[in-house]
Each structure stands twice: as C-alpha cells, then as structure tokens.
C-alpha cells in the first residue's frame, strides 16, 4: 500500500525552493490517499520522521502532498537521496 500512495517527489522551481527554505518536500500522491496515509508512507518508505502533511488538488486533477520533515531530519538530504537536488 505504502508505494502506492506515494506516486513521485516533485521537482519544480516552487518546490525546491520550500526543500532549502522551510524543510519541505513535495510528492505527488494518489488521489484517494489521506494526510495520516501520506504521512504513514513517507516515514516507512524514506525513513525519516514527518512533522505534518499538507495537500491540495492541482487544476490536473493531481494530489499534491507537502510533507514538513522533523528538525532531525533534513528534506535537502532526503531530496538529494531522492535525485532531485
């Protein structure tokens, strides 16, 4: 369940700039997934603590998940484990 709700990271001018400013990081997620899913997911799959999970719906009809990571853990580290920086 965990890969399938977590689609892929994002790598957008916008969303490299909320990696380095506000220890963000930003995943495309299914459509039906909830915040406590995502959250589930990510800390599983990457092995890193989540502070608090955000969403929207993009005008595409896509799921976005804005995943705050813990002090201790850095979403500049984990974007470049991840190949986006």
Request: hydrophobic share 40%.
């Amino acid at each position: 369940m965990r890969r399938e709700v977590v689609i892929n990271p994002i790598a957008t001018e916008k969303a490299i700039k909320v990696i380095e400013s506000e220890n963000k990081i930003v995943f495309t997620v299914d459509r039906r997934a909830t915040k406590s899913d995502v959250k589930r997911a990510v800390e599983s799959l990457y092995k890193v603590k989540v502070e608090s999970v955000n969403t929207l719906m993009a005008p595409d009809g896509t799921k976005k998940a804005f995943v705050r990571l813990s002090e201790e853990n850095s979403a500049a580290e984990l974007s470049m484990r991840l190949k986006i920086l």
